[in-house]
């Protein structure tokens, strides 16, 4: 009998330990949106994306996203296909974007202490099979368990390969366009 209380009184300590315990691991993101936005004096163009999957490890600061760029959903259809077109971003050759990259202000982030902070990003961004080097701000806000990083940046769609010289693109879709992100992410 005193050996069955000392094992569950031993389960229960091991228990406890691991529900309090910080994230120490990588991060593995449970939700993810990211957000595209165009603005014309023609109209306004938004696709969101929800499958996107991203990683953080807290210990040296590594970000990954992968975009796949078929599951961008636009209000309207019509959109939609164009944005998937050979003309736009030719999503059957280039089936995902990646973001990659560090967060270069690590020891400014404090991952088992609830607060918000500003992060930093150095990496490099690959749409449409080209890849340039992006420096970006975001935030990170830990509570209790959770792990949220926001942030909103402008990419030059020229600078990915993505031109329009003609026709009704040229006059619709903004030359430099949003990029919203909002990832939660739990401990792996």
Do not use: C, R, W
């Not at 163009?45 to 040296?60: E, H, L, R, V």
């Not at 150095?122 to 949220?148: C, F, M, S």
């Not at 990083?149 to 430099?176: E, R």
Request: without cysteine; aromatic residues 10%; charged residues 20%.
């Amino acid at each position: 009998m005193k050996k069955v209380k000392f094992l569950v009184s031993m389960s229960a300590i091991v228990l406890t330990l691991f529900a309090f315990s910080p994230p120490v691991g990588k991060l593995v993101s449970s939700k993810t949106h990211v957000k595209f936005f165009s603005h014309t004096g023609v109209e306004d163009i938004q696709a969101n994306n929800y499958t996107s999957i991203s990683t953080i490890a807290p210990s040296t600061g590594d970000v990954v996203f992968s975009v796949p760029m078929q599951s961008f959903e636009f209000e309207k259809a019509l959109m939609q296909k164009h944005f998937n077109s050979k003309k736009f971003l030719e999503t059957k050759a280039f089936p995902k974007a990646k973001l990659k990259g560090k967060i270069t202000n690590l020891a400014q982030i404090n991952f088992e202490k609830d607060g918000m902070y500003l992060a930093n990003f150095e990496g490099n961004l690959t749409i449409k099979g080209v890849t340039k080097p992006i420096k970006e701000k975001g935030n990170i806000t830990v509570k209790g368990n959770q792990i949220e990083v926001q942030s909103t940046f402008n990419i030059t769609l020229a600078d990915y390969g993505i031109t329009f010289v003609k026709g009704k693109p040229a006059s619709n879709i903004a030359k430099t366009v949003e990029i919203t992100v909002h990832a939660e992410y739990q401990a792996k």
